[in-house]
């Protein structure tokens, strides 16, 4: 199996496990699954799936000389995301989390047909889906990992910073089973481009607000049982196209208006939405002369910046829509 990916390049598969695990049901169904949280045409923004993060999580790994167990838990750690993504935190659980897929990881892999090829094979499922197994896979906020340097430099090829994605994916380094940046210069480029992305996007008020509109519509046809939780396992497609059969006239105006642009403006008060998205940042490693630093002792810019992009996000954004449905 030859995989070319736009970010980490090509590499061939000669393992088993990780053929069969990537044309798993499971996997394929992540192709149907958009990572920002909706479709294009409800969110228009350069993006991908989570089957191509999936899979460039896998070859970072690879990449990185990571082992056979891990690259395979790499490929699979996103197969319990539902349809849209982390709007799902915003129909059911806590938007300021954005975790219903951690704590939904375990039983949808069980669920699956995973385990069969996990075993037959040889690997454990009780391991695969534990991350404290897997420091080069994941590791806690602000520190570098496999899962959110890809999810990243692919967005930083999509919109946020194309100049940057090839010195921050030549600059990764393992040390002490953590993943570094070769130098201060990288960490900071990484660190304020990911910065850019939760400002602009991730925080910014035109994305929060379609999340907001979006898994509005979504709960309102949960509450009529238009659609049902257990339609999330499917993909974006499938709970759009049960929704769409109805023909609901407040649904259709919902998605009419995020088909378009919206129209709207930041307020002081008396606001239609009040949002606070998660907030998302790093503050990664890197090596000098042999020696680990972290990049928020070392640079009061970046420092600076991240204290400016926290207050900021801390305050949330009031928005009055401009046109209603």
């Not at 990764?172 to 660190?191: D, M, P």
């Not at 046809?221 to 929704?243: A, G, P, Q, S, T």
Request: glycine share 4%; charged share 35%.
């Amino acid at each position: 199996m030859i995989i070319k990916d736009n970010i980490w390049g090509e590499f061939k598969i000669n393992e088993p496990i990780i053929k069969e695990l990537i044309n798993s049901k499971s996997m394929q169904r992540l192709k149907g699954i958009s990572q920002y949280g909706m479709p294009y045409k409800f969110y228009p923004l350069n993006g991908f799936s989570r089957y191509e993060h999936s899979i460039g999580v896998g070859l970072l790994l690879r990449k990185l000389s990571a082992s056979l167990e891990e690259q395979a838990a790499g490929f699979l750690h996103d197969v319990s995301h539902t349809a849209f993504s982390h709007v799902i935190d915003w129909v059911i659980v806590n938007k300021n989390k954005e975790d219903y897929q951690d704590k939904i990881h375990k039983k949808i892999i069980f669920d699956s047909d995973i385990p069969k090829i996990l075993e037959k094979y040889g690997f454990e499922k009780e391991r695969i889906v534990d991350y404290s197994n897997y420091s080069l896979l994941e590791r806690p906020a602000p520190d570098l990992c496999a899962d959110r340097i890809d999810y990243s430099i692919r967005e930083f090829n999509c919109w946020a910073a194309p100049d940057a994605v090839r010195i921050c994916a030549d600059s990764l380094r393992k040390n002490n089973r953590k993943i570094v940046f070769s130098s201060k210069e990288t960490a900071k480029i990484f660190a304020l481009n990911y910065l850019k992305c939760q400002k602009e996007h991730w925080g910014g008020a035109e994305w929060t607000l379609r999340y907001a509109l979006f898994s509005d519509m979504l709960k309102n046809n949960l509450d009529r049982k238009i659609i049902e939780i257990e339609d999330f396992y499917y993909d974006d497609e499938y709970v759009l196209n049960k929704i769409g059969a109805r023909k609901d006239e407040k649904t259709e105006k919902i998605l009419e208006m995020l088909s378009n642009k919206l129209k709207f403006e930041t307020v002081i008060n008396n606001e239609d939405y009040y949002l606070r998205k998660k907030f998302r940042y790093v503050d990664p490693e890197y090596l000098n002369n042999d020696r680990i630093f972290r990049l928020s002792e070392t640079s009061n810019e970046f420092l600076e910046a991240l204290e400016k992009n926290r207050r900021t996000n801390e305050k949330g954004i009031k928005i009055k829509l401009i046109s209603k449905t």
